[in-house]
C-alpha cells in the first residue's frame, strides 16, 4: 500500500488553498468588500465538508503512520467546517467596520479548523503538537484582532503567555513520554507501556500530566483556565463563539485519540487525574458563572463548566472496560455537535443583537422579547439546552453522556455534574429574566431581523431541536465515528487492573 | 389495525394535542388574541373529550396496562439494547384517572385564561408545552421519555409565573423553578444508578419493574436510591420539608397556573413515587416507606395548621395543598390497596378541588386586587355564584359527603388505620384542622358584616368561568356519590402492584 497517498487530505488542500486565495484576494483587490470576504468563507467552508463527505465509511488511511484518515478524522472535519461556516457568516455582518483590513482574519479561521483537523487525525505527538500550535497561533492573532480595542489586545496578550507556557509543559510532557517508551507515535507507546514492567515510573506519571495540563489548557479546564474568560470577552463576538466551539472541540478531539490509543493501557496513573480535574473544573466553572455581569464573561465561565461534563468521559475511558470507554467516548461526540450548535445558535443571535443595538451584557438584553421575540426564542433553546432541559439537545446528550459513562468508581463524579448542571440552569435564568421580565429600554422599538441572520438562527435551532428530539440517527453517525479509535491494537491492550 | 393498536393511536394523539395546539399558535400572529383563544380552546376541548374516553374505555379486569403504543426511538446503540428507549405509551387505572383529571383541570384553565390580555400568544404557548409535560409523564412507559416530559412540565413554569405572576413573582418563580428542579436532579442521578444496576440496556420501565421486583436489582441498591425517587419526586408533591416553594409559588402564580400547578402538576410528584419508588424498587419502599408516612403525616398536620394562621386567600390554599398532599404521601406509604386507592383518589379530588379554589380566587383578584382576608366580609351580597362555588370547594377541602374528597380521604384513613394507627389518629385531626380554617374563611369572607368598599365593584363570575366551574364541580360530585368507577379502575392497578397488601 502507497505510506504517502497525499489525496487523503483533498479537503484540507481546499481548506487551506481558500485561505490563501481569501488573503491573496484583498490584497489584489484592496477596496473590495469586505463581506464578501466573510461569504467566500462560509463557501469555503461548505466546500470543505462537502469535500469531506466522500471520505464517509471509506478504509482508513495513514499517511506514513503520522495522520490518519478515517471516520473519527471526518467527523472533525465536519465540525470545523460547520463552525467556520457559521463564524464566516456572523464576521461577516459583525466586522463590517470594525478592522481595516479582514482577509487575514478569515485566512486564520480557516488554518485554525486544519489545525483542529490535523490534531483529531494525529497519531504521533510531535504532529499533534504542531497542530495544536498551528490552532492556537491563530487563535492568538484573532482573539487580538480588534487592534484599537484595548481590552481584545490586552486578551490576546493574556492568551500569547499563558498558551506559550502550556505549550511548554507539553512538550516537557511529550519528552518524558519519549524518554520513557523510546517512540512519538501512539501506537509504540501503547506497544511500549503494555510491555513495561507493571509499577509507577515517576517519569510517566509526570509526563502524563503534563500532557494532560498541556491540552487542559486548551480547552480550558480548571486550574488552567485563567485565560479564557479575558480572551472571551476581548475577542470579537464572532470570534468569541469560535473560541468556545472550536478550540474545545479541537482540545477533546486530541485527547480521545490520544487517550483511548496511545495511553489507555497505563489508565490507573492518569485517571484519577482526570475524574478530579473534570471535578473542579464543572464546580469552578459554574460557582463562579453565577457571578458574572457581562454575558462574554458568562458563557465562557460556563462553557468551562461544559469542558467539566465531556471530561468526565475521558474519566470513564480510564475507569471503565473497553465497552464503556467506546460508549462514553461517542456520547461525548454526541455532546460536542450539540453543544457546538447550541452555542453557535447562542451567538447567532447575540450577534444580531448587537449589530443592531451594540449590547453584549447581560443587563443589555432587557426586553428583548418584545423587541425580538425570534432572538429571544433562540437564545431561550440554546440556554435551555446548555441546562439539559427536554427537547433540546443538551438533555438527550447529557443524559447518553453521563449515563454511559456511569461505572461504579464514578458514581460519584456523575452525581456532582447532575449537580453541577442544576446550578448552572439558575445563571441561565438570570439572563432569560433579563430577556423576558422586564420591559426593552426607552427608545428601542420591535427591529426586522436581516434574512441571513433569521434563517441562520433558525436552522441552528432546528438542530437543537432535531438531536433533542430523535437522536438515534446522529448516536448511530457518532458510534461509526468512535469505531475507528477503538479497533486499533484492542488486542493490544491489556488494561491493568 | 387491532383494536388495542387503535386504542393506541388515541393515548399517542391526546399527547400530540397540545404540542399541535402550541405549534399552531406559534405561527398565529400576536396581535390575533381572539384566533390564539378560539384556538385554544378548541383543543382543550378536543382534549377534554379524549380525556373522558380513555378514562371510559380502560377496561377494569383486563391486563393492568392497556391502550398501549410503543415506538422504537433509539436502539442497538452503543449501550442500550434492543427497545433501548422507545416512545412506549399506555395507561393503567392510576394513569386513566389523573388523564382524566388533566383534561378536565386543562379545559377550565384554558376558559379562565380568556380574559388574559398581556401576550397570549406567548403564554398560550407555555401553557400547552406544560399541559404536553403533563400527559406524557402519565402515558409514558420508558424511563427515558417519562423524565423527558416530567422535565417538560417544569420548564415552563419559570415564564408562566415570572412574566404573567402577581405578588413577589420573581422571588416565587426562581424558589418553585430550582427547587422542582432540584428535585430532578436527584431523580436524574438516580436514572443513572439504577439503569446501571439493572444492567438490561433498556429504559422501558416494564422490564425495569421486573428487575426491581425480581431481585435483579439488588436489595441495597434500592435501599440507596429509593430516597433519591422519592425526594425528587416528593419535592413537587410538596413533600414535608420540600414544600417551601408550594405557598411562594402558588402565590405568585397567574390563576391558570395555579390551576394547573396545584391541580395536576403536584399529582406528577406523586405519580413520580408510584412509578419510580413503589413500582421500580419495591424492596427499597418497604424499608423507606415508615419514613415517607412520618413525613406525610407532618405534612398534613403542619399544613393545616399553617392554613389556620394565614390571612391570604392563596397561602390558605397553598398550605392547605401541602396538607392535602400530605395525606396522599401518607396513603401511598400505608403499602396497602385500600390506602393506595384512596391516595389516588385523593390526588383527582385535591386536583379539581384546588383547581376551583384558585379559579374562584382569581375571579376576586382580578376585580378587587386583594386577597387579605381582612378586607372582605358579606361578599355573598355581591358575587352570590361565587360564593356558592367556592362553599363546595371548601366543602369537598373539608370532606364533606357527598364530594369527592370524602371518597378519597375516607380509603386514606381506612388504610392508615389497617397499618399505622397513630398516624390515622393525626390525619382526623389534620382534617379538622381543614373545616377550621375553611369555616374561619366562611364565616369573614363570604357571610357578616358587608364591607361597603366593595359595593358596585365586585360583580359574579362570569359565563366562562361558570362554565369551567360546573366542569370541575361535576366531577367532585359524581366522584363523591358514584365512586365505583372511580376506585375500580385505580384498585384494579394497585392490587397487582408488587409489595402492596390486600
Same mark, same amino acid.
Not at chain 1, 154 to 174: N, Q
Not at chain 2, 64 to 77: G, H, L, R
Not at chain 2, 92 to 108: C, K, P, W
Given at each position: 500500500?502507497d505510506?504517502?497517498?497525499?489525496?487523503?487530505?483533498i479537503?484540507?488542500?481546499?481548506?487551506?488553498?481558500s485561505?490563501?486565495?481569501i488573503?491573496?484576494?484583498?490584497?489584489?483587490?484592496?477596496?473590495?468588500?469586505?463581506?464578501?470576504?466573510?461569504?467566500?468563507?462560509?463557501?469555503?467552508?461548505?466546500?470543505?465538508?462537502?469535500?469531506?463527505?466522500?471520505?464517509?465509511?471509506?478504509?482508513?488511511?495513514?499517511?506514513?503512520?503520522?495522520?490518519?484518515v478515517?471516520?473519527?478524522?471526518?467527523?472533525?472535519?465536519?465540525?470545523?467546517?460547520?463552525?467556520?461556516?457559521?463564524?464566516?457568516?456572523l464576521s461577516?455582518?459583525?466586522?463590517?467596520?470594525?478592522?481595516?483590513?479582514?482577509?487575514?482574519y478569515?485566512?486564520?479561521?480557516?488554518?485554525?479548523?486544519?489545525?483542529?483537523?490535523?490534531?483529531?487525525?494525529?497519531?504521533?505527538?510531535?504532529?499533534?503538537?504542531i497542530?495544536?500550535?498551528?490552532?492556537?497561533?491563530?487563535?492568538?492573532?484573532?482573539?487580538?484582532?480588534?487592534?484599537?480595542?484595548?481590552l481584545?489586545?490586552?486578551?490576546?496578550?493574556?492568551?500569547?503567555?499563558?498558551?506559550?507556557?502550556?505549550?511548554?509543559?507539553?512538550?516537557?510532557?511529550?519528552?518524558l513520554?519519549?524518554g520513557?517508551?523510546?517512540s512519538?507515535?501512539?501506537?509504540?507507546?501503547?506497544?511500549a507501556?503494555?510491555?513495561?514492567?507493571?509499577?509507577?515510573?515517576?517519569?510517566?506519571?509526570?509526563?502524563?500530566?503534563l500532557?494532560?495540563?498541556?491540552?487542559g489548557f486548551?480547552?480550558?479546564?480548571?486550574?488552567?483556565?485563567?485565560?479564557?474568560?479575558?480572551?472571551?470577552?476581548?475577542?470579537?463576538l464572532?470570534?468569541?463563539a469560535?473560541?468556545?466551539?472550536?478550540s474545545?472541540?479541537?482540545?477533546?478531539a486530541l485527547?480521545?485519540?490520544?487517550f483511548?490509543?496511545?495511553?489507555?493501557?497505563?489508565?490507573?496513573?492518569?485517571?484519577?487525574?482526570?475524574?478530579?480535574l473534570?471535578?473542579?473544573?464543572?464546580?469552578?466553572g459554574?460557582?463562579?458563572?453565577?457571578?458574572?455581569?457581562?454575558?462574554k464573561?458568562?458563557?465562557?465561565?460556563?462553557?468551562?463548566?461544559?469542558?467539566?461534563?465531556?471530561?468526565?468521559?475521558?474519566?470513564?475511558?480510564?475507569?471503565?472496560?473497553?465497552?464503556?470507554?467506546?460508549?462514553?467516548?461517542?456520547?461525548?461526540l454526541?455532546?460536542i455537535?450539540?453543544?457546538?450548535?447550541?452555542?453557535l445558535?447562542?451567538?447567532?443571535?447575540?450577534?444580531a443583537y448587537?449589530?443592531?443595538?451594540?449590547?453584549?451584557t447581560?443587563?443589555?438584553?432587557?426586553?428583548?422579547?418584545?423587541?425580538?421575540?425570534?432572538?429571544?426564542?433562540?437564545?431561550t433553546?440554546?440556554?435551555?439546552?446548555?441546562?439539559?432541559?427536554?427537547?433540546?439537545?443538551?438533555?438527550?446528550?447529557?443524559?447518553?453522556?453521563?449515563?454511559a459513562?456511569?461505572?461504579?468508581?464514578?458514581?460519584?463524579?456523575?452525581?456532582?455534574?447532575?449537580?453541577?448542571?442544576?446550578?448552572?440552569?439558575?445563571?441561565?435564568?438570570?439572563?432569560?429574566?433579563?430577556?423576558?421580565?422586564?420591559d426593552?429600554?426607552?427608545?428601542?422599538?420591535?427591529?426586522?431581523?436581516?434574512?441571513?441572520m433569521?434563517?441562520?438562527?433558525g436552522l441552528?435551532?432546528?438542530?437543537?431541536?432535531?438531536?433533542?428530539?430523535?437522536?438515534?440517527?446522529?448516536?448511530?453517525?457518532?458510534?461509526?465515528?468512535t469505531?475507528p479509535?477503538?479497533?486499533?491494537?484492542?488486542?493490544?491492550?491489556?488494561k491493568?487492573? | 389495525?387491532?383494536?388495542?393498536?387503535?386504542?393506541?393511536?388515541?393515548?399517542? $394523539?391526546?399527547?400530540?394535542?397540545?404540542?399541535?395546539?402550541?405549534?399552531?399558535?406559534?405561527?398565529?400572529?400576536?396581535?390575533?388574541?381572539?384566533?390564539?383563544?378560539?384556538?385554544?380552546?378548541?383543543?382543550?376541548?378536543?382534549?377534554?373529550?379524549?380525556?373522558v374516553?380513555?378514562?371510559?374505555?380502560?377496561?377494569?379486569?383486563?391486563? $393492568?396496562?392497556?391502550?398501549?403504543?410503543?415506538?422504537?426511538?433509539?436502539?442497538?446503540?452503543?449501550?442500550?439494547?434492543?427497545?433501548?428507549?422507545?416512545l412506549?405509551?399506555?395507561i393503567?387505572?392510576?394513569?386513566?384517572?389523573?388523564?382524566?383529571?388533566?383534561?378536565?383541570?386543562?379545559?377550565?384553565a384554558?376558559?379562565v $385564561?380568556?380574559?388574559?390580555?398581556?401576550?397570549?400568544?406567548?403564554?398560550?404557548i407555555?401553557?400547552?408545552?406544560?399541559?404536553?409535560?403533563?400527559?406524557?409523564?402519565?402515558?409514558?412507559?420508558?424511563?427515558?421519555?417519562?423524565?423527558?416530559?416530567?422535565?417538560?412540565?417544569?420548564?415552563?413554569?419559570?415564564?408562566?409565573?415570572?412574566v404573567w405572576?402577581s405578588t413577589r413573582?420573581?422571588?416565587?418563580?426562581?424558589?418553585?423553578?430550582?427547587?422542582l428542579?432540584?428535585?430532578?436532579?436527584?431523580i436524574?442521578i438516580?436514572?443513572?444508578a439504577?439503569?446501571?444496576?439493572?444492567?438490561?440496556h433498556?429504559?422501558?420501565?416494564?422490564q425495569?419493574?421486573?428487575a426491581?421486583?425480581?431481585?435483579?436489582?439488588?436489595?441495597?441498591?434500592?435501599?440507596?436510591?429509593?430516597?433519591?425517587?422519592v425526594?425528587g419526586?416528593?419535592?413537587?408533591?410538596?413533600?414535608?420539608?420540600?414544600?417551601?416553594?408550594?405557598?411562594?409559588?402558588?402565590?405568585?402564580?397567574?390563576?391558570?397556573v395555579?390551576?394547573?400547578?396545584?391541580?395536576?402538576?403536584?399529582?406528577?410528584?406523586a405519580?413520580?413515587?408510584?412509578r419510580?419508588?413503589?413500582?421500580?424498587?419495591p424492596?427499597?419502599?418497604?424499608?423507606?416507606?415508615?419514613?415517607?408516612?412520618?413525613?406525610g403525616?407532618?405534612?398534613?398536620?403542619?399544613?393545616?395548621?399553617?392554613?389556620?394562621?394565614?390571612?391570604?386567600?392563596?397561602?390558605?390554599s397553598?398550605?392547605?395543598s401541602?396538607?392535602?398532599?400530605?395525606?396522599?404521601?401518607?396513603?401511598?406509604?400505608t403499602?396497602n390497596?385500600?390506602g393506595?386507592?384512596?391516595?389516588?383518589?385523593?390526588?383527582?379530588?385535591?386536583?379539581v378541588?384546588?383547581?376551583?379554589?384558585?379559579?374562584?380566587?382569581?375571579?376576586?383578584?382580578?376585580?378587587?386586587?386583594?386577597?387579605?382576608?381582612?378586607?372582605?366580609?358579606?361578599?355573598?351580597?355581591?358575587?352570590?355564584?361565587?360564593?356558592?362555588?367556592?362553599?363546595?370547594?371548601?366543602?369537598?377541602?373539608?370532606?364533606?359527603?357527598?364530594?369527592?374528597?370524602f371518597?378519597?380521604?375516607?380509603?386514606?384513613?381506612?388504610?392508615?388505620?389497617e397499618?399505622?394507627?397513630?398516624?390515622?389518629?393525626?390525619?382526623?385531626?389534620?382534617?379538622?384542622?381543614?373545616?377550621?380554617?375553611?369555616?374561619?374563611?366562611?364565616?369573614?369572607?363570604?357571610?357578616?358584616?358587608?364591607?361597603?368598599?366593595?359595593?358596585?365593584?365586585l360583580?359574579?363570575?362570569?359565563?366562562?368561568?361558570?362554565?369551567?366551574a360546573?366542569?370541575?364541580?361535576?366531577?367532585?360530585?359524581?366522584?363523591?356519590v358514584?365512586?365505583?368507577?372511580?376506585?375500580?379502575?385505580?384498585?384494579?392497578?394497585?392490587?397487582?402492584?408488587?409489595?402492596?397488601?390486600?
Open positions: 500500500m505510506s504517502r497517498p497525499y489525496w487523503i487530505f479537503p484540507e488542500y481546499i481548506a487551506a488553498g485561505a490563501v486565495a488573503v491573496a484576494l484583498e490584497l489584489i483587490f484592496p477596496k473590495m468588500r469586505r463581506e464578501l470576504l466573510g461569504y467566500m468563507t462560509a463557501v469555503a467552508g461548505i466546500a470543505w465538508a462537502i469535500a469531506a463527505a466522500f471520505y464517509v465509511g471509506h478504509d482508513d488511511r495513514t499517511y506514513q503512520g503520522l495522520l490518519q478515517d471516520n473519527f478524522t471526518t467527523y472533525f472535519r465536519f465540525l470545523a467546517a460547520g463552525i467556520i461556516t457559521v463564524t464566516g457568516l461577516a455582518t459583525y466586522m463590517k467596520d470594525k478592522a481595516k483590513t479582514a482577509s487575514e478569515y485566512g486564520l479561521l480557516l488554518t485554525a479548523g486544519l489545525g483542529m483537523v490535523l490534531m483529531a487525525a494525529s497519531r504521533e505527538l510531535i504532529t499533534a503538537y497542530s495544536l500550535e498551528l490552532l492556537s497561533f491563530s487563535l492568538y492573532i484573532l482573539v487580538g484582532y480588534l487592534k484599537k480595542d484595548a481584545s489586545s490586552e486578551a490576546s496578550l493574556k492568551y500569547i503567555l499563558l498558551g506559550a507556557f502550556s505549550s511548554a509543559m507539553l512538550l516537557y510532557g511529550i519528552s513520554i519519549y520513557v517508551t523510546q512519538t507515535h501512539y501506537d509504540g507507546i501503547a506497544q507501556l503494555a510491555a513495561r514492567d507493571s509499577g509507577t515510573t515517576p517519569a510517566v506519571v509526570v509526563g502524563f500530566m500532557i494532560i495540563a498541556g491540552v486548551k480547552v480550558a479546564a480548571v486550574p488552567f483556565h485563567m485565560w479564557s474568560p479575558d480572551a472571551y470577552e476581548g475577542a470579537p464572532p470570534i468569541t469560535f473560541l468556545s466551539t472550536l474545545k472541540a479541537a482540545g477533546f485527547f480521545l485519540r490520544l483511548t490509543t496511545a495511553i489507555v493501557v497505563d489508565a490507573v496513573e492518569w485517571r484519577w487525574a482526570i475524574a478530579l473534570a471535578a473542579i473544573t464543572m464546580v469552578l459554574n460557582v463562579l458563572a453565577i457571578q458574572q455581569k457581562n454575558l464573561r458568562l458563557i465562557a465561565y460556563s462553557s468551562i463548566g461544559q469542558v467539566g461534563y465531556m471530561l468526565v468521559v475521558i474519566a470513564a475511558i480510564g475507569y471503565g472496560d473497553q465497552e464503556i470507554g467506546r460508549n462514553a467516548s461517542s456520547a461525548l454526541l455532546h455537535a450539540g453543544y457546538t450548535i447550541s452555542t445558535a447562542l451567538f447567532t443571535a447575540l450577534t448587537y449589530n443592531k443595538t451594540g449590547h453584549d447581560v443587563e443589555g438584553l432587557r426586553g428583548m422579547a418584545e423587541t425580538q421575540p425570534f432572538l429571544a426564542l433562540i437564545v433553546v440554546s440556554l435551555f439546552s446548555f441546562a439539559g432541559l427536554p427537547f433540546f439537545a443538551g438533555f438527550t446528550t447529557k443524559l447518553f453522556m453521563f449515563q459513562s456511569t461505572t461504579d468508581e464514578l458514581m460519584w463524579l456523575i452525581g456532582l455534574a447532575v449537580v453541577n448542571s442544576f446550578v448552572s440552569l439558575y445563571y441561565y435564568l438570570m439572563v432569560l429574566r433579563q430577556v423576558y421580565l422586564f426593552p429600554p426607552a427608545g428601542l422599538a420591535r427591529f426586522k431581523l436581516p434574512p441571513l433569521m434563517g441562520l438562527g441552528l435551532m432546528l438542530g437543537v431541536l432535531a438531536i433533542g428530539i430523535y437522536p438515534g440517527p446522529f448516536f448511530e453517525a457518532v458510534e461509526h465515528a469505531q479509535l477503538y479497533q486499533q491494537g484492542a488486542d493490544l491492550i491489556v491493568n487492573p | 389495525m387491532s383494536y388495542d393498536e387503535a386504542q393506541g393511536y388515541v393515548v399517542l $394523539s391526546t399527547l400530540a394535542q397540545p404540542l399541535l395546539a402550541a405549534l399552531i399558535i406559534l405561527f398565529i400572529p400576536a396581535t390575533r388574541k381572539m384566533a390564539i383563544r378560539y384556538v385554544s380552546l378548541f383543543f382543550a376541548t378536543l382534549m377534554l373529550g379524549l380525556s374516553y380513555i378514562f371510559t374505555a380502560y377496561q377494569i379486569g383486563g391486563d $393492568s396496562i392497556q391502550m398501549e403504543i410503543s415506538w422504537a426511538w433509539v436502539e442497538n446503540t452503543a449501550f442500550l439494547g434492543p427497545r433501548g428507549i422507545s412506549h405509551l399506555g393503567d387505572g392510576i394513569a386513566a384517572l389523573m388523564v382524566l383529571l388533566t383534561g378536565i383541570v386543562a379545559f377550565a384554558t376558559l $385564561s380568556w380574559k388574559l390580555d398581556y401576550r397570549p400568544k406567548d403564554f398560550f407555555l401553557f400547552w408545552v406544560l399541559v404536553a409535560g403533563v400527559y406524557g409523564t402519565f402515558f409514558a412507559l420508558d424511563l427515558f421519555f417519562w423524565f423527558f416530559f416530567y422535565e417538560l412540565a417544569v420548564v415552563p413554569l419559570y415564564l408562566l409565573i415570572g405572576g413573582k420573581e422571588y416565587g418563580a426562581m424558589k418553585l423553578t430550582l427547587m428542579v432540584g428535585g430532578s436532579v436527584l436524574w438516580g436514572i443513572f439504577i439503569f446501571n444496576a439493572a444492567g438490561l433498556t429504559f422501558d420501565l416494564q425495569l419493574w421486573a426491581g421486583a425480581d431481585g435483579t436489582i439488588d436489595r441495597n441498591t434500592q435501599k440507596i436510591f429509593f430516597p433519591f425517587f425526594i419526586c416528593g419535592v413537587l408533591a410538596a413533600l414535608w420539608p420540600f414544600h417551601t416553594w408550594s405557598p411562594d409559588g402558588h402565590m405568585a402564580a397567574p390563576t391558570a395555579s390551576m394547573v400547578h396545584a391541580g395536576v402538576l403536584m399529582k406528577l410528584g405519580f413520580g413515587i408510584i419510580l419508588g413503589i413500582q421500580l424498587l424492596e427499597g419502599a418497604e424499608f423507606w416507606m415508615p419514613g415517607l408516612m412520618v413525613l403525616t407532618i405534612g398534613a398536620v403542619y399544613g393545616a395548621a399553617a392554613a389556620l394562621t394565614q390571612r391570604d386567600f392563596k397561602l390558605i397553598g398550605y392547605s401541602v396538607s392535602h398532599m400530605g395525606y396522599v404521601l401518607m396513603g401511598l406509604a403499602m390497596s385500600i393506595i386507592t384512596g391516595a389516588v383518589l385523593q390526588m383527582f379530588s385535591h386536583g378541588m384546588t383547581a376551583l379554589v384558585f379559579l374562584m380566587i382569581g375571579a376576586l383578584y382580578d376585580q378587587a386586587h386583594t386577597r387579605d382576608l381582612r378586607d372582605f366580609g358579606g361578599i355573598a351580597k355581591v358575587m352570590p355564584w361565587w360564593v356558592v362555588c367556592y362553599t363546595i370547594a371548601g366543602l369537598a377541602n373539608v370532606g364533606l359527603p357527598g364530594l369527592s374528597g371518597t378519597a380521604e375516607f380509603h386514606i384513613f381506612v388504610g392508615t388505620f397499618t399505622y394507627p397513630l398516624f390515622g389518629g393525626l390525619a382526623i385531626f389534620a382534617a379538622a384542622l381543614a373545616a377550621g380554617y375553611m369555616l374561619r374563611m366562611f364565616s369573614v369572607v363570604f357571610f357578616g358584616p358587608f364591607n361597603p368598599r366593595w359595593k358596585d365593584r360583580h359574579d363570575i362570569t359565563p366562562l368561568e361558570g362554565v369551567a360546573s366542569a370541575l364541580i361535576a366531577s367532585m360530585v359524581v366522584m363523591g358514584w365512586w365505583a368507577p372511580f376506585t375500580d379502575r385505580v384498585s384494579h392497578t394497585v392490587t397487582q402492584l408488587v409489595g402492596v397488601t390486600g
